[in-house]
């Protein structure tokens, strides 16, 4: 009898370390990434829409080549309204000459402000009506511009910084 209750004991105590286990490795895997209600990914990269923004689909651009000058370009983007038809635009800029990295953002971006925000280096640009980040991610520039910085930091997504 005292055998059985150990036995009954035993594997009761690990179902509860296996599923407290379990329960941790989905919470970890929630705080990581996108949210998974808000989240979207543009060119493998993930972002968090704020909440009461929409995607304007009239607005998308999907792989449209570009050339400015000697240099081409291929751009995707996204545009997010809300009610108030408030903008949230979500630019990524692969050039066809060279990779993006932080010498080269510092020439695309020779206006802006020197600015780390949550861990990505970029630079950024302040308007009365809007804010402007932009960093290197995969080898490509990336834009995020929106009505203040604080939507900004609500958009990006540590787990890729």
Known sequence: MYVKRMNILIVFALSTIILTGFVSALNINQSCGADLERG????????????????????????????????????????????????????????????????????????????TLMGYPGYISNKDSYSQFTYAFNNKAVSIRAPNEDLINQILVVEDA
């Open 40 to 115: 979207i990914v543009i060119e493998d990269i993930e972002f968090n829409i704020p909440d009461g923004y929409e995607k304007n689909n009239s607005k998308s651009i999907v792989n449209q080549t570009n050339t400015t000058g000697n240099m081409s370009f291929v751009l995707n983007q996204e545009t997010f309204t809300n009610p108030d038809n408030s903008e949230i635009t979500i630019s990524i800029v692969d050039y066809n000459d060279f990779d993006v990295d932080a010498e080269s953002l510092k020439k695309i971006c020779e206006d802006a402000d020197n600015k």
